[in-house]
């Protein structure tokens, strides 16, 4: 079993910045690629950004370039910085982790971009 706490929600106006970050407890030595992913009001839950073990990124392409992910394996944290955030951003983040066995999410943590 791992565990999972976010932080780092919170509102932001157009064009600011925020940091997501995740911590995993538990059975951390079964984690290979950790993630984030976001459901917007009224949408299905979408991937936003992955990183493997070794550091391969993979990003939706609505915020390559905007957004950037990053993982400290030494601490089983996660995170990812958010910049020029839009309205569109708005969302409940997700922390996620691929196991040997399946997945694991976290509770899930607000973003809502607004002026």
């Known amino acids: 079993q791992v565990q999972l706490v976010e932080s780092g929600g919170g509102l932001v106006q157009p064009g600011g910045s925020l940091r997501l970050s995740c911590a995993a407890s538990g059975n951390v030595f079964s984690i290979y690629a950790m993630g984030w992913y976001r459901r917007a009001p009224g949408k299905q839950r979408d991937l936003v950004a992955t990183?493997?073990?070794?550091?391969?990124?993979n990003y939706a392409d609505s915020v390559r370039g905007r957004f950037t992910i990053s993982r400290d394996n030494a601490k089983n944290t996660v995170n990812l910085q958010m910049n020029s955030l839009n309205p569109e951003d708005t969302a409940v983040y997700y922390c996620a982790v691929d196991l040997v066995d399946g997945r694991a999410w976290g509770q899930g943590t607000q973003v809502t971009v607004s002026s």
């Open positions: 990183i493997t073990a070794g550091g391969g990124t």
